[in-house]
């Protein structure tokens, strides 16, 4: 059964619900919304029992968790290192992208990587997998782009949903854009949830603040966790850690590298606060940069010059001047989507960046991972407790 309307529950009543934190968007969308309601007997009434969870996937396992996953459209590995770091051993990465692709294989030679089309890929040889994750293309819903939803070609939501009904795997979880949770696309969040709710899942959706789980940018991202009751029953999302260190704290020591007398000036007072949200750009749309013009424009306050990206050694010196504007290199991209600096990425500028600009930051990934398995194995704790009050840089522009 679909779940309620969300337009017949006052507005007020759904800023705190009591199955955890939930945000009014401020542009007008729910940031939280689910149904972990599916009852037992609702299941059973259905012949739904027992359809979701069974393990009989016997792949190797080499976390201390004996967790599996399969995840689509990996891109560069940012959600997949997170859910590694969580305890989940990928099964499968499937991900069309060649660069990404590469970027997977160099740095865990032992994952399998699919390279290729996720409609191509059989769901039924992954049976009782753990985790099915993605991140799904954003463009359908994206403000960047036309918000066609399910109308665009890329809409990668029935493939997941498939994927899910062909392995019946305990957990789902699959992230989007901010604009998921607009209005316009409150049939659509419907027809997903009814989806999971058929095949015996209770669902929950989250907006996130990648800022909220130590990641020096904002980047708001739309998670929906499907669980079968029992594990629902036990879900919690995870707590904020704090407040974030500043993109100036962060990328410090990459910016002073070759003696830029600058760099504490810029960190102290011009880079002290969170990044805009970054994007990777489109295959269509060429160039690597740090995305449109607002957030070109928030990026110059920091002193960083948003119309492209720099060369590895293209970084200020000793004679460049102290409110001098620079680019942003690939690594500090990296490092201000939350990638630790042993991960690295492969293939030329434009297509690298892209991968990196895409990513799911992994410590948010391990943040909902992690809830994740809690769920799963019914470890008690929420490991990501409160260390301070989370600030947020209400300047910066999200996705
Ligand atoms: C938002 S990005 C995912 C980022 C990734 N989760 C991460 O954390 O790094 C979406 C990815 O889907 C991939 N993709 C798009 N269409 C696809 C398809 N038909 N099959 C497989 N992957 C696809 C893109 O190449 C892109 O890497």
Redesign the pocket.
Known sequence: MPTAQLGQVPREAHRRCPCGASRLDAAGGWSSEHDSGLSRSVVAAAGLDGIVGRASYDAAMTSETGLTSV??????????LGLEQAGFDHALA????PT?CDTLRANRPTWKVHE????GVEGKAYDGIDLLA?????PPFSVAGKQLGADDE?D?FP?ALRLVREARPRAVML?NVKGLTYPRFANYRDQIRGALHEMGYGTHWQLIYSSEYGVPQLRPRFILVGLRPDDMARFEWPAPVGTPPTVGKTLHDLVAANGWTGADNWRDRRANTVAPTIV?GSKKHGGADLGPSRAKASWALMGVDGRGVADPGDIPGESTAPDALFRLTLRMGARVQGFPDSWEFTGRKTAAWR?VG???PPPV?FAVGSAIRRALTGESGNEATTAAPVVRNTSAIGR
């Open positions: 995840e689509i459209c990996a891109g560069a590995g940012g959600q997949a499937v991900e069309i992208d990404a290729g089309d996720v409609r993605g991140g799904v293309p954003c890329r990668l493939e992230e990777g991968t895409n990513a799911f990934a």
